[in-house]
């Protein structure tokens, strides 16, 4: 007879199964769309989407739910239903994260998807169809880039890369800190696994980032043994009323945390409890 584990490794297996094949069935759908003329919309929070977006996350709603209803929901392009509350596990969804450039006929837009058990992010799949790129990973199983072991291969350059501007990038160049500013890429998801590759040696996010930006990202950098942290929180937790993060850092070195947390806060300063 199967014990509690096994039967629970052999569901984390499955969900990393459905979220793939979900999350790549999803970027076909929005490949279609892609580098297109495409019907956009600014909703209230001054942020754009796009037809694309709406019929990717009915797609993803539609394809989970019916795997695992007994599932709740959390998508952005999704009004919040307040039962996943009660949910032990829920799917994470953001059906294009960066749409901005996806408008823009940038490549780096991903599909984000994850589950969140009790608050913590246990599996998460991001998928970059426009470069080809497949991110895994599940809790004590390790991470994957395109089905393969995802492992963390340094730059050649001497000083950390980290893209921070404005402010962030003032305030850690007042703190002494010598880095190479990286490249600005609109997905945060995608930005923050960059730091698991090695293309990246930080990312940083300012405060407002919601669960379905950083979930999948969570699990999948956790698994290569970088943590993402809210700097004045710590390890965020998931699946609360209020799905709203402060400021975020993901860091391959983790010397570098008391600088780059200090100038995030003197930046963005910590919510009142």
């Not at 052999?10 to 769309?33: Q, R, Y």
Request: aromatic share 6%; hydrophobic share 45%; glycine share 8%.
């Amino acid at each position: 007879m199967a014990n509690n584990n096994s039967i629970k490794k052999e569901k984390d297996d499955d969900d990393i199964a459905l979220l793939t094949s979900a999350a790549v069935a999803a970027g076909i759908m929005a490949m279609g769309f892609f580098r297109r003329e495409v019907k956009t919309w600014t909703k209230e929070n001054s942020s754009p989407v796009t037809e694309a977006d709406y019929l990717v996350d009915q797609f993803l709603g539609q394809t989970l739910l019916a795997a695992r209803p007994q599932y709740g929901w959390l998508s952005e392009e999704s009004p919040d239903n307040k039962a996943r509350l009660d949910k032990k596990r829920i799917f994470v969804v953001d059906p294009i994260d960066g749409t901005r450039g996806f408008i823009r006929g940038e490549d780096s837009w991903t599909i984000c998807l994850g589950v969140v058990e009790n608050g913590k992010a246990i599996s998460g799949v991001i998928y970059a169809p426009a470069r080809d790129e497949l991110y895994q990973a599940a809790l004590g199983k390790g991470a994957k880039l395109n089905g393969a072991p995802l492992v963390r291969h340094p730059h050649s350059t001497n000083l950390p890369i980290i893209p921070a501007a404005g402010a962030v990038e003032k305030e850690l160049a007042a703190a002494g800190l010598d880095f190479v500013r990286g490249p600005s890429l609109p997905s945060l998801a995608y930005r923050l696994v960059q730091v698991a590759t090695g293309a990246l040696d930080g990312a940083l996010a300012r405060r407002g980032a919601r669960d379905w930006d950083i979930s999948a990202a969570a699990i999948i950098l956790a698994e290569c043994g970088i943590a993402l942290e809210d700097v004045c929180a710590g390890v965020p937790v998931f699946n609360r009323k209020n799905t709203r993060h402060g400021a975020l850092a993901a860091l391959a070195d983790p010397s570098l945390k008391p600088l780059v947390h200090n100038a995030l806060v003197n930046v963005y300063g910590c919510p009142k409890p």
